[in-house]
């Protein structure tokens, strides 16, 4: 097959996220023999699509990445004019939500017209449904499109039109079982073959926790969050929660924060921000750690759930998402809290109870290994488009 994907940023600098995901799959796609290209921007980050990367055509890994620049970027005011849009889906005018689409970005109208004039592809794949990229190329490569929404439960969803977007593809392929029941909830899709895929996970060949508590700089037992740093992520309430739980409870455990910081910390005894995390050193601290807590209520797939449990550490996740939620109820794996006094109850448990601590990470290795293996992921995936290359006119 002739594939092309469609991502708003793309490379190995970008840790996680949509562009990660893309990223994945496209290597290992053409890793099998597929020719696959890339359309994206010359944007490294997703706050300002400021154009850091030249344009133009490069290799990665087997895949021909061409970028496009992007034309403006994101304004100081931007949060204004999403109160404006997104405090009220149902009231915004179409012309208020596709303005809103520019300035969220990321705006590069060549990519779409590139799109536009390449026909040759057999299908055209996009990677999460929010940004300017997929909206406008969607239309582009009406007939032989392929969407991977990455969607949850938030705000930007309920806008009307996504409602258009999304019945433009021709399938669906979604990370998890809570996502697909989601957007089919969400949107009229009757008829729209699609595809539970995952995502394959894949481990070093050894991780050296030791080597871990001296980058780290921990001793004693550690609770690790692994991600950004950002409000929409759960942080606030983290912190709060174990401040109050050390007060509670002495401190015989500390939080190690790791990843890019968007929102400060404040500097709160027993909490340390350490930044990113290479990818060895993430697998090192996932296996020194005693417990991943995970306190994001919306995720499409939460993949740093899974690498936790290929670890062997248990995990402690929100109770308000549904998708890590059910992957710790498939796994019986992890423990979920809604308010503090069960976020104190299952911290309480996990460490206390050695043997209980032991079993969930186990049963979450297990789970992993059952339906993550990249090979399994793969193959399933390139069924699913083969099938849906042979419905084309």
């Not at 455990?253 to 050193?281: C, F, K, N």
């Amino acid at each position: 097959m002739r594939l092309a994907y469609v991502v708003q940023r793309y490379g190995p600098q970008i840790r996680g996220g949509a562009e990660a995901h893309c990223r994945d799959f496209a290597t290992r796609v053409a890793a099998r023999g597929h020719n696959v290209e890339v359309f994206t921007t010359c944007a490294n980050d997703y706050r300002t699509w400021r154009n850091e990367l030249p344009a133009g055509r490069s290799e990665d890994e087997g895949v021909l990445v061409t970028r496009f620049p992007v034309v403006a970027e994101r304004p100081a005011d931007f949060d204004v004019l999403c109160d404006e849009v997104l405090s009220r889906p149902s009231q915004a005018s179409m012309d208020l939500q596709e303005h809103w689409m520019r300035v969220q970005g990321p705006e590069a109208p060549e990519l779409v017209e590139a799109l536009r004039s390449s026909g040759d592809f057999d299908l055209v794949v996009f990677v999460t449904y929010l940004y300017y990229t997929t909206y406008f190329g969607l239309s582009a490569a009406k007939g032989r499109a392929v969407l991977h929404p990455t969607a949850h439960d938030e705000a930007p969803i309920y806008l009307s039109m996504f409602e258009e977007m999304f019945a433009l593809p021709e399938a669906l392929v979604f990370l998890t079982e809570e996502e697909r029941e989601f957007v089919r909830h969400r949107f009229e899709l009757d008829g729209m073959p699609d595809l539970v895929s995952g995502i394959g996970i894949e481990a070093p060949d050894e991780a050296e926790p030791e080597r871990a508590r001296k980058r780290l700089g921990v001793d004693g037992p550690f609770a690790l969050y692994v991600g950004r740093l950002d409000p929409q992520k759960g942080i606030d309430e983290l912190c709060s929660f174990f401040s109050t739980y050390r007060e509670r409870r002495g401190p015989p455990i500390d939080l190690v924060l790791a990843g890019d910081v968007v929102s400060e910390v404040p500097d709160t005894e027993g909490i340390s921000v350490v930044g990113p995390l290479t990818d060895q050193e993430k697998w090192d601290a996932l296996a020194a750690a005693s417990v991943l807590v995970h306190p994001s209520r919306h995720e499409s797939f939460a993949l740093i759930l899974l690498e936790a449990w290929t670890a062997g550490t248990p995990a402690i996740v929100s109770g308000f998402c549904d998708v890590t939620v059910g992957h710790s109820r498939r796994a019986n794996g992890g423990l979920w809290y809604r308010t503090y006094a069960e976020f104190e109850a299952c911290m309480d448990r996990v460490l206390a109870d050695e043997s209980l601590a032991s079993a969930l990470g186990s049963q979450g290795r297990r789970y992993v290994e059952s339906n993550y293996d990249w090979d399994v992921v793969i193959d399933r995936y390139l069924m699913f488009l083969e099938q849906v290359r042979a419905r084309r006119p």
